[in-house]
């Protein structure tokens, strides 16, 4: 999703949450989990491999970054946090960054759960480096990316994990995954800062390449199952060109669906790439 975010932000467009968009400037990406290999595979897929405004930091492959991270007995934890905090603003003090993308936010934290005032002062510390290099600062949970596997964990178990990274946060976004609801869809929680507007709660699902865009059908996912079948069978029945009113008669005519739910299927068909939309220079719906 973060990704995504980032491909909205390069290419001007605004993003499919309304409200979620970043500042400007270019993006730093700081990798933790994995080395760059691991994460050019997203990147390709999102068309951001050696993007200009994008830069990565990535921790794994980084000898010298690697090493701040080492926890050492005779150096407190908030010590060597603020060091690995300090050595990469050095490194990013000239990229004319609007946001930096902390992957993984535990990094930063040293997830002492039990220890309320020691998180509280760790979230207030990343806070204060936002604010200090002027930043949008994006944090991952590895809580939060575990929504993206089936049956990583407990919800409980995640919710309780994804507190570290929302004590300080101005704005927080919790997923919760169909396997944790029974539903056809997942749901994202969004709560922006004072000020920044309402909590909402909106439906996605992932397409093909892996990546969330908004979901309009049934909750229910049995319901949702046998939607699919007839959108299928429905596509299957239109000819190769067909105008809207051809393509509603077909559908009513088999009582596949609905006037309203035959032009939320052809948009959808088009938003896949399934149909052409009609244009000036082409009256027809057109299967591509």
Same mark, same amino acid.
């Given at each position: 999703?973060?990704?995504?975010?980032?491909?909205?932000?390069?290419?001007?467009?605004?993003?499919?949450?309304?409200?979620?968009?970043?500042?400007?400037?270019?993006?730093?990406?700081?990798?933790?989990?994995?080395?760059?290999?691991?994460?050019?595979?997203?990147?390709?897929?999102?068309?951001?491999?050696?993007?200009?405004?994008?830069?990565?930091?990535?921790?794994?492959?980084?000898?010298?970054?690697?090493?701040?991270?080492?926890?050492?007995?005779?150096?407190?934890?908030?010590?060597?946090?603020?060091?690995?905090?300090?050595?990469?603003?050095?490194?990013?003090?000239?990229?004319?960054?609007?946001?930096?993308?902390?992957?993984?936010?535990?990094?930063?934290?040293?997830?002492?759960?039990?220890?309320?005032?020691?998180?509280?002062?760790?979230?207030?510390?990343?806070?204060?480096?936002?604010?200090?290099?002027?930043?949008?600062?994006?944090?991952? *949970? +590895?809580?939060?990316?575990?929504?993206?596997?089936?049956?990583?964990?407990?919800?409980? &178990? !995640? /919710? @309780?994990?994804?507190? =570290?990274?929302?004590?300080?946060?101005?704005?927080?976004?919790?997923?919760?995954?169909?396997?944790?609801?029974?539903?056809?869809?997942?749901?994202?929680?969004?709560?922006?800062?004072?000020?920044?507007?309402?909590?909402?709660?909106?439906?996605?699902?992932?397409?093909?390449?892996?990546?969330?865009? *908004? +979901?309009?059908?049934?909750?229910?996912?049995?319901?949702?199952?046998?939607?699919?079948? &007839? !959108? /299928? @069978?429905?596509?299957? =029945?239109?000819?190769?060109?067909?105008?809207?009113?051809?393509?509603?008669?077909?559908?009513?005519?088999?009582?596949?669906?609905?006037?309203?739910?035959?032009?939320?299927?052809?948009?959808?068909?088009?938003?896949?790439?399934?149909?052409?939309?009609?244009?000036?220079?082409?009256?027809?719906?057109?299967?591509?």
């Amino acid at each position: 999703m973060v990704g995504q975010l980032t491909q909205a932000h390069f290419r001007n467009e605004p993003f499919f949450i309304p409200g979620l968009d970043l500042p400007e400037g270019d993006v730093v990406w700081v990798q933790t989990d994995r080395g760059a290999v691991g994460y050019s595979e997203i990147l390709q897929t999102l068309g951001l491999v050696n993007h200009p405004r994008l830069h990565t930091i990535n921790l794994t492959d980084d000898d010298s970054l690697h090493k701040l991270t080492r926890p050492e007995i005779k150096i407190e934890e908030f010590i060597r946090l603020e060091r690995l905090r300090l050595t990469i603003s050095q490194r990013i003090a000239a990229l004319g960054a609007g946001t930096v993308i902390l992957d993984l936010y535990e990094e930063f934290q040293t997830g002492r759960m039990g220890d309320s005032h020691r998180m509280a002062y760790e979230g207030r510390s990343n806070l204060r480096w936002a604010i200090n290099m002027n930043v949008c600062l994006i944090g991952i *949970p +590895y809580t939060f990316k575990q929504t993206t596997l089936k049956k990583a964990a407990r919800a409980q &178990d !995640r /919710q @309780a994990g994804s507190l =570290l990274g929302q004590a300080s946060a101005n704005y927080k976004i919790a997923i919760v995954d169909p396997e944790e609801t029974g539903k056809a869809c997942y749901y994202l929680h969004v709560k922006p800062g004072p000020g920044e507007g309402m909590p909402a709660v909106h439906k996605v699902q992932r397409n093909a390449h892996g990546f969330f865009e *908004p +979901y309009d059908g049934p909750d229910d996912a049995e319901e949702a199952q046998n939607e699919t079948k &007839d !959108r /299928q @069978a429905f596509y299957d =029945l239109l000819p190769e060109e067909f105008r809207a009113n051809e393509a509603v008669e077909i559908a009513q005519s088999r009582h596949i669906c609905s006037r309203m739910t035959t032009f939320r299927w052809l948009s959808a068909f088009a938003d896949q790439g399934l149909l052409k939309r009609p244009d000036r220079d082409n009256p027809f719906w057109v299967k591509t």
